[in-house]
């Protein structure tokens, strides 16, 4: 009976959905056609139409947009819909590809919209992953009728750091994109593992924030691929796209992963909070400037990011990176112990064997592969899968008095040594619950050759008598360590297949070779201090403030911490002064005012009406550490601002 029950709901789904969408044909300037799907309710009446381009074949769709959607996102009430797949794939595949840039065909496709009869003549794009990428590429030729985008889990521009991360090789994420048609081969990319001229004109070629001149909505998840170049991204078009547009750009990053975005479980964890908030925000997002509803799009703050742990949303006009008003440094001890203390003693280092034909598996984390049902993605309990096995180093705090917020990249400096010439350090950080469950949060990794830099004249193969400095960047993360949880590191040499294998040999890389077992050393004394650096938050979780309802003339430091320069916003024509911990003043001048002396310099530049931009060049002889900034508004205001900010040299 049921599963006549269930063939009953599938024909009256597919002819449901026959009712909704029409295949169509769009003409491109190449003289080819497209294949799409119209859906509409009612195509004698004209409404705004939002565009998808896709190359994961516009048939899903019918199934998705009529049955599967939840959130309501695709309202055929007020909206027409247009699925396009892309030129050289699926419907479009007799449609020449080679070298193409497929913005023009996203330009085509929304022009031809916007003259067709069901069409009110405005047309926005929307779209994850390969679907945003379309967009930007799309909005860079500056259609007429493109009047908003919501490109989301994907940054506009390729880096080097796309395909190799700390210099290691990508190869999941890598493979992944051949097998979907995106790469010819992993070839190209293997033959540039170094920093080089051509990952110099890639980044070249694809950074063009300051073509967008229509508003755009990002997403993100903390367990994306990319939440790092996401955020970066919008603070890009936050500052240099079109002028008309730049205050118009909004960013949320929620406690997901690249396939689970507005989901309730990621991982073996939920967050019933963040359920459906992208799709409903792009609701809003899409009534406001394709329908001209009212409803407070434009007053809401420029970004929400989702603080895991407590679960909350905080919102803010701010950078990022000025959410972190402190540094938290917890240093690596004897014993496996994280602590605030630096170590005062000569400690003996820790050491694990290291053996590429069996490295440390890829569990959780900031992963996705659309083709495995099995693998374990976003936030997962790590014990048996990773600290189990015996290569690993693993330190953890005492149980947290207090709650530990983190806002930004975590980041790992350990002093290690090896018995080869090459090998990795990887780092996972994870969440320690009171009933023992080892969750991953992030994960990072270096290849030792590269400890000084990834051209070919910064690598340097190591000494196995010598001692050298490894840091490992985390992405950035929104995590509250909740009072009685424990934060903990697992050192290893490995994340496969996350990331390619050291053979430990020290010869090329990306070649067969001889693989050789490594025994890998971490320091953690008064001479080596190995830490966990995390940018932190004082306020988030504690007390309502600034953070919520942002004024225009709060002071803001961007980015914090910062380890050559820092922006300093502020109302102009106001005194700066910037003090060290002991309250001995460090600098002092006038917003608004060029000032240059004592190594120190202040540039200023015009922001908006009320505030003016400075940039603040510590003096070569400033250590690093927390700094206070003090503003002092003119005199009618009657105003202090204070903010900390960490240079790290």
């Known amino acids: ?377 976003g936030p997962w309990d790590i014990r048996d899968s990773v600290e189990a096995r015996g290569d690993n180093l693993i330190f953890t705090t005492d149980v947290l008095p207090n709650d530990v917020t983190v806002v930004g990249k975590p980041r790992v400096q350990l002093y290690v040594s090896s018995n080869r010439r090459d090998t990795d350090f990887a780092v996972r950080l994870c969440d320690v619950y009171p009933d023992g469950r080892s969750i991953i949060m992030g994960q990072g990794i270096r290849r030792a050759r590269f400890r000084n830099g990834y051209e070919v004249h910064d690598v340097a193969l190591m000494n196995p008598d010598s001692v050298y400095l490894l840091e490992i960047e985390l992405y950035d993360i929104g995590l509250t360590f909740l009072a009685g949880h424990r934060i903990r590191i697992v050192i290893t040499s490995s994340i496969y297949p996350m990331f390619d294998r050291n053979l430990n040999n020290g010869d090329s890389m990306y070649v067969p070779g001889d693989t050789l077992v490594a025994k890998n050393f971490v320091y953690h004394d008064r001479i080596h201090p190995s830490r966990l650096i995390l940018p932190v938050s004082s306020a988030i979780g504690v007390a309502e403030g600034d953070l919520n309802k942002p004024q225009e003339n709060t002071l803001s430091v961007y980015p914090n911490p910062f380890n050559s320069s820092c922006k300093i916003f502020a109302p102009c024509g106001s005194e700066v002064r910037i003090y060290d911990l002991l309250g001995h003043l460090i600098f002092k001048g006038t917003c608004g005012h060029k000032k240059a002396g004592n190594g120190d310099s202040m540039l200023s530049g015009s922001n908006s009406k009320k505030r003016c931009e400075l940039i603040w060049q510590p003096a070569q002889q400033i250590p690093s550490g927390i700094y206070v900034i003090k503003v002092l508004v003119a005199a009618d205001e009657k105003t202090t601002c204070y903010a900390k900010v960490a240079f790290v040299k």
């Open 1 to 377: 009976m049921r599963f006549v029950l269930m063939v009953l709901a599938l024909l009256v789904s597919t002819v449901f959905c026959d009712t909704l969408f029409t295949p169509i044909k769009i003409p491109v300037r190449t003289g080819d056609t497209l294949a799409a799907d119209l859906y509409s309710a009612d195509t004698t009446v004209p409404k705004p139409v939002i565009l998808i381009q896709t190359p994961y074949n516009k048939n899903t769709f019918r199934f998705i947009i009529t049955t599967v959607d939840s959130s309501g996102l695709f309202d055929l009430y007020h909206y027409n819909f247009v699925v396009v797949d892309w030129r050289g794939f699926y419907g479009s595949a007799s449609a020449g590809s080679t070298g193409y840039d497929r913005g023009l065909d996203g330009y085509d496709c929304v022009e031809w919209i916007a003259s067709q009869s069901w069409c009110n003549g405005n047309v926005g794009t929307y779209g994850g992953s390969a679907l945003g990428q379309i967009q930007f590429m799309t909005a860079r030729h500056h259609p007429p009728h493109l009047v908003c985008a919501a490109p989301w889990i994907q940054d506009y521009r390729v880096e080097y750091d796309y395909y190799y991360w700390g210099g290691v090789f990508r190869k999941e994420h890598t493979e992944l994109l051949v097998r979907l048609g995106f790469l010819p081969s992993t070839a190209i990319i293997l033959e540039h593992p170094y920093y080089d001229r051509y990952w110099r004109y890639i980044e070249f070629i694809t950074d063009y924030p300051d073509e967008f001149s229509v508003p755009m909505f990002l997403v993100t998840g903390w367990f994306d691929l990319y939440p790092s170049d996401v955020i970066r991204a919008f603070h890009d078009m936050r500052e240099r796209s079109h002028p008309s547009v730049r205050r118009a750009h909004k960013l949320m990053v929620g406690p997901w992963t690249h396939s689970g975005i507005g989901k309730l479980r990621q991982g073996e964890l939920e967050f019933p909070e963040a359920v459906n908030a992208a799709q409903n925000a792009a609701k809003k997002f899409f009534d406001y400037y394709l329908r001209g509803i009212p409803n407070g799009w434009d007053s809401e703050p420029a970004a929400k990011y989702f603080i895991m742990g407590i679960n909350e949303w905080i919102e803010t006009n701010e950078p990022w990176d000025s959410l972190c008003d402190e540094i938290d440094t917890f240093y690596l001890k004897a014993g496996g112990l994280l602590s605030l203390s630096s170590p005062t003693t000569v400690e003996p280092a820790d050491s694990f064997f290291y053996d590429p034909r069996d490295p440390s598996p890829a569990y959780g984390g900031n992963r996705f592969n659309p083709f495995s049902t099995s693998m374990k993605i």
